[in-house]
């Protein structure tokens, strides 16, 4: 049961990142909304990786936020080189 609310409200904070992603009036707010989905769906994985008592999810959550991480850095390269 708790586990349906988490997803329930994880799946509305990445429609809102989605919305704010399209919507977003400037570069850097899209950019922050990324982060903020991708913080969100390595959140699930973990979840799942409880839920499911699978270890290779977390796996799976570990290298999905690098690659996270390593985006941000590059789109923040990016705007900086912009100005």
């Given at each position: 049961?708790?586990?349906?609310?988490?997803?329930?409200?994880?799946?509305?904070?990445?429609?809102?990142?989605?919305?704010?992603?399209?919507?977003?009036p400037?570069?850097?707010?899209?950019?922050?909304?990324?982060?903020?989905?991708?913080?969100?769906?390595?959140g699930?994985?973990?979840?799942?990786?409880?839920?499911?008592?699978?270890?290779?999810?977390l796996?799976?959550?570990?290298?999905?936020?690098?690659?996270?991480?390593?985006?941000?850095?590059?789109?923040?390269?990016?705007?900086?080189?912009?100005?």
């Amino acid at each position: 049961m708790s586990t349906a609310i988490f997803f329930g409200l994880v799946g509305l904070g990445i429609l809102f990142s989605i919305f704010r992603m399209i919507k977003g009036p400037s570069v850097f707010d899209r950019v922050l909304s990324l982060d903020a989905m991708n913080i969100l769906i390595t959140g699930v994985l973990v979840i799942i990786a409880y839920t499911l008592n699978n270890s290779l999810y977390l796996d799976i959550a570990i290298v999905y936020a690098i690659l996270a991480f390593l985006e941000t850095i590059v789109f923040a390269k990016f705007m900086e080189g912009r100005r």
